[in-house]
């Protein structure tokens, strides 16, 4: 099993620039999490997805930010316009309905802007 | 709002040593207790996980101790080992069937000194 997959590792960018974190769940998995880990606040849930659907977007900081998941294999994450408050590691995951709750996470993407 | 509080932030344990985290819980409506293992530039992996009608679970090293009244738990590391050096983040979750939502507690980074 690949696990879950995260594209970029790494990405530094400007601020004002716009920037998509991508994600593939585990296949068969039928819910999608993305979450933020700061040393501030620790690891923030942003949104979740269950069947591609978007759940709960309460933790999403604002307006900035934006999440899709058009099919059941594919993800990302958007922030527009980026600030250097957004630095931070992020973090998609994934879960199966059956398992209740055992949620297997990515290596992250790792983002600075500057 | 924190839900699940997490003590202490860092931890130092010589080799050989019992390493104890603690986590506290306000939401009586939990049901699932994981504790997850991150190691750096790594995403959290599950370590081991407890639901409230037993009181211990042990894998290993690794023990769990629940106490529902005191709305507490906690995570031992017998024989504590340098490779056991990581962050560890306790996690509470309602029924999946409400709402597929782990929230973290605020971690705990361990170092085993050899």
């Known amino acids: 099993d690949a696990g879950v997959i995260q594209s970029p590792r790494h990405e530094v960018t400007e601020m004002g620039q716009e920037v998509t974190l991508r994600c593939k769940p585990i296949?068969?998995?039928?819910?999608l999490f993305w979450y933020r880990q700061t040393m501030m606040r620790g690891l923030e849930l942003l949104i979740y997805?269950?069947?591609?659907?978007?759940?709960?977007d309460s933790g999403m900081p604002e307006d900035r930010f934006s999440a899709k998941m058009p099919n059941a294999s594919f993800s990302t994450l958007k922030i527009q316009p980026s600030e250097p408050r957004d630095s931070a590691v992020y973090f998609c995951?994934?879960?199966?309905?059956?398992?209740?709750?055992?949620?297997?996470f990515g290596e992250g993407s790792w983002l600075t802007v500057v | 709002q924190q839900q699940v509080k997490q003590s202490p932030q860092s931890l130092i344990v010589q080799k050989g040593g019992i390493s104890i985290i603690n986590c506290a819980y306000e939401n009586t409506a939990f049901d699932y207790f994981p504790w997850y293992q991150q190691f750096p530039g790594k995403g959290p992996a599950l370590l081991i996980a407890?639901?409230?009608?037993?009181s211990e679970k042990k894998e290993g090293r690794f023990t769990i101790s629940f106490n529902k009244s005191a709305k507490q738990f906690s995570l031992h590391i017998m024989d504590s080992q340098p490779g056991d050096s990581a962050t560890y983040f306790c996690?509470?979750?309602?029924?999946?069937?409400?709402?597929?939502?782990?929230?973290f507690g605020g971690g705990t980074r361990l170092m085993v000194k050899p």
């Open positions: 996690a509470a979750s309602i029924p999946w069937n409400a709402g597929n939502m782990l929230t």
């Open positions: 407890i639901r409230p009608d037993v």
């Open positions: 995951a994934s879960s199966p309905q059956s398992t209740g709750n055992t949620i297997y």
């Open positions: 296949s068969g998995h039928d819910y």
């Open positions: 997805f269950n069947n591609n659907v978007p759940i709960d």
